[in-house]
């Protein structure tokens, strides 16, 4: 299993449908995983709880 990726819009490459559930962590403003909404946002893949 690969575990570094350059991005996290490739990380994500195959994994995201419409309606799934994500959990991620965070903690304040230092926290937030801003690449990672950036590339859910990019997918356009939609109905997600997060």
Request: aromatic share 4%; net charge negative; hydrophobic share 50%.
């Amino acid at each position: 299993m690969r575990k570094i990726y350059g991005s996290a819009s490739e990380a994500l490459d195959g994994l995201l449908v419409d309606g799934m559930t994500i959990a991620a962590g965070g903690f304040g403003l230092c926290g937030i995983p801003e690449l990672l909404i950036d590339a859910l946002v990019a997918s356009g893949v939609k109905d997600l709880t997060i």
